[in-house]
């Protein structure tokens, strides 16, 4: 017998039609979804509801607590893996903050839908089933947490939403997905080399901002935001670049103890100190910021977040 707990969380995939034909987020409940999914006999599916709600509602001290009860479940070692059902708009980044603080073995698997149980054409039960299967898939252990969707599973580091409406709503650009199930059959093609794992030492995780550079952005703009975060994450242009404009209110940051790392704009590809002027990768690592390498902004503010919560080097830790 393979033996999954199910969190639930909301989101689409536990949605109802009202009568003006909209979907109504979170209705739904995990005992509801398994209903349906029509599951094996031997695969025991124990559901825990968590949340009920549109994912870009939830919050930061919703992932401690999910992180909190998926530790309490791993205590059992009956268990195989964890399915968390979530809203698709936040979804990569619940994976991901899971996947850096997790240490267990066992899969963590996340999925969702783009369209509602009710209606047509949807993806919500052929989701569900196959993130059970592949959250009871001993070939899985050791991935940490990933993303199930449309027949495919991807790494939580780097799986993206890639269309607001098509099922075929997640990817993961220029890195592929680690395997696919396929008549219910689990078949994993590569697994992560190395996971990075971080102990929380606080109780809560620190507020830090994304700042999508552009061109002609003025420094006051910048200065506004750093007024309120504890740390920055810039998504610059190209190998990672920002106006000179933006360089004053970065330096005084830095000074100030927030820590700044730079990301990319471009889908693929590196932050690299491949130009040597004011405002570029090269200069902005002189004076301080920490190059994310191949992060997209989102993934790095929650990569700092854990970070920082952890007490370790933010430099050091996107070296890992």
Same mark, same amino acid.
């Given at each position: 017998?393979?033996?999954?707990?199910?969190?639930?969380?909301?989101?689409?995939?536990?949605?109802?039609?009202?009568?003006?034909?909209?979907?109504?987020?979170?209705?739904?409940?995990?005992?509801?979804?398994?209903?349906?999914?029509?599951?094996?006999?031997?695969?025991?599916?124990?559901?825990?509801?968590?949340?009920?709600?549109?994912?870009?509602?939830?919050?930061?001290?919703?992932?401690?607590?999910?992180?909190?009860?998926?530790?309490?479940?791993?205590?059992?070692?009956?268990?195989?893996?964890?399915?968390?059902?979530?809203?698709?708009?936040?979804?990569?980044?619940?994976?991901?903050?899971?996947?850096?603080?997790?240490?267990?073995?066992?899969?963590?698997?996340?999925?969702?839908?783009?369209? /509602?149980?009710? *209606? &047509?054409?949807?993806?919500? #039960?052929?989701?569900?089933?196959? +993130? !059970?299967? @592949?959250?009871?898939?001993?070939?899985?252990?050791?991935?940490?947490?990933?993303?199930?969707?449309?027949?495919?599973?991807?790494?939580?580091?780097?799986?993206?939403?890639?269309?607001?409406?098509?099922?075929?709503?997640?990817?993961?650009?220029?890195?592929?997905?680690?395997?696919?199930?396929?008549?219910?059959?689990?078949?994993?093609?590569?697994?992560?080399?190395?996971?990075?794992?971080?102990?929380?030492?606080?109780?809560?995780?620190?507020?830090?901002?994304?700042?999508?550079?552009?061109?002609?952005?003025?420094?006051?703009?910048?200065?506004?935001?750093?007024?309120?975060?504890?740390?920055?994450?810039?998504?610059?242009? /190209?190998?990672? *670049? &920002?106006?000179?404009?933006? #360089?004053?209110?970065?330096?005084? +940051? !830095?000074? @100030?103890?927030?820590?700044?790392?730079?990301?990319?704009?471009?889908?693929?590809?590196?932050?690299?100190?491949?130009?040597?002027?004011?405002?570029?990768?090269?200069?902005?690592?002189?004076?301080?910021?920490?190059?994310?390498?191949?992060?997209?902004?989102?993934?790095?503010?929650?990569?700092?977040?854990?970070?920082?919560?952890?007490?370790?080097?933010?430099?050091?830790?996107?070296?890992?």
């Amino acid at each position: 017998m393979r033996r999954v707990v199910l969190f639930t969380t909301g989101g689409t995939i536990a949605s109802t039609m009202n009568e003006g034909g909209k979907l109504v987020a979170g209705e739904l409940t995990g005992e509801q979804l398994t209903a349906i999914c029509q599951l094996p006999e031997d695969i025991h599916v124990t559901v825990r509801s968590i949340l009920q709600k549109p994912s870009v509602h939830i919050t930061v001290e919703d992932w401690l607590l999910l992180k909190k009860e998926i530790a309490c479940v791993f205590q059992d070692e009956t268990v195989d893996g964890v399915v968390v059902t979530h809203g698709t708009d936040t979804l990569e980044e619940t994976a991901y903050f899971l996947d850096l603080t997790n240490r267990d073995e066992r899969p963590i698997i996340v999925t969702g839908s783009q369209r /509602g149980p009710e *209606q &047509v054409g949807t993806d919500a #039960v052929l989701n569900l089933r196959h +993130a !059970i299967y @592949a959250a009871s898939e001993h070939d899985l252990r050791g991935i940490g947490a990933a993303v199930v969707f449309n027949e495919r599973i991807f790494a939580a580091r780097y799986v993206k939403k890639e269309h607001a409406s098509n099922i075929q709503g997640f990817n993961a650009f220029g890195f592929g997905y680690l395997g696919i199930i396929d008549n219910d059959v689990i078949f994993t093609y590569q697994k992560p080399i190395k996971r990075a794992y971080f102990s929380l030492k606080a109780n809560c995780l620190p507020e830090i901002g994304i700042a999508k550079v552009y061109l002609g952005m003025r420094t006051h703009t910048l200065q506004a935001m750093l007024q309120t975060v504890d740390g920055l994450v810039l998504e610059g242009v /190209g190998r990672g *670049q &920002v106006p000179p404009a933006l #360089v004053a209110p970065i330096e005084e +940051a !830095i000074a @100030a103890g927030k820590p700044v790392v730079m990301t990319t704009s471009s889908e693929e590809g590196k932050v690299y100190p491949t130009y040597e002027y004011e405002g570029s990768a090269h200069h902005l690592a002189k004076i301080g910021v920490v190059l994310g390498g191949d992060y997209d902004s989102k993934k790095a503010r929650i990569k700092m977040m854990v970070l920082l919560a952890a007490h370790m080097s933010v430099a050091k830790g996107f070296h890992m």
